[in-house]
């Protein structure tokens, strides 16, 4: 009969070996505050749609540049509470930015962005390539 090395953490060693350190819900990190971007091509256009709710228009940048679309906006939210017998107030605020490399070539210059019930709309035409109206004509050389 052979012996067993006695191993105290042996069963809490198999229960961290089973489960993927992703799932465990104990260490989840608190999330950070990321507007959730849409993106996609339309006709001639890119278009970014963007979740900033409660955030003031004045309070929103949006920047493209090489191809790289970047919206910033920060928030502050101030909440006053005067009940008998306790005062409260809770200054919230918070900054949001993201930057996203866009699939196309664009017109940066003509970007144009709109604000409504709390999503940002980016359109951004795409770039046109000129395409010649008349065919390149090669020179057919002969080996001798």
Same mark, same amino acid.
């Given at each position: 009969? !052979?012996? *067993?090395?006695?191993?105290?953490?042996?069963?809490?060693? #198999?229960?961290? !070996?089973d489960w993927?350190?992703e799932d465990?819900?104990?260490? =989840?990190?608190p999330?950070?505050?990321?507007?959730r971007m849409?993106?996609?091509?339309?006709?001639?256009?890119?278009?970014?749609?963007? =979740?900033l709710?409660?955030?003031?228009p #004045?309070?929103?940048?949006v920047?493209v540049k090489?191809?790289?679309?970047?919206? =910033?906006?920060?928030?502050?939210e101030k909440?006053?509470?005067?009940?008998? +017998?306790?005062?409260?107030?809770? *200054?919230? !605020? +918070?900054?949001?930015h993201r930057?996203?490399?866009?699939?196309?070539?664009v017109?940066?210059?003509?970007a144009?962005a709109?604000? $409504?019930? +709390? *999503?940002?709309e980016?359109?951004?035409?795409?770039?046109? $390539?000129?395409? !010649?109206?008349? +065919?390149?004509?090669i020179?057919?050389?002969?080996?001798?």
């Amino acid at each position: 009969m !052979s012996l *067993i090395p006695w191993t105290p953490f042996r069963d809490i060693d #198999k229960w961290f !070996s089973d489960w993927d350190i992703e799932d465990w819900p104990f260490l =989840e990190k608190p999330l950070a505050r990321v507007p959730r971007m849409d993106i996609y091509e339309r006709d001639n256009d890119v278009v970014a749609k963007v =979740e900033l709710p409660g955030v003031d228009p #004045k309070d929103i940048n949006v920047e493209v540049k090489d191809n790289v679309l970047r919206v =910033e906006a920060k928030t502050e939210e101030k909440k006053e509470e005067k009940k008998k +017998g306790y005062f409260k107030k809770e *200054i919230r !605020s +918070g900054y949001f930015h993201r930057a996203v490399a866009l699939p196309v070539d664009v017109e940066e210059n003509k970007a144009q962005a709109t604000y $409504e019930d +709390g *999503i940002l709309e980016v359109v951004i035409p795409k770039k046109v $390539e000129k395409k !010649s109206k008349k +065919g390149i004509k090669i020179k057919v050389k002969t080996k001798k």
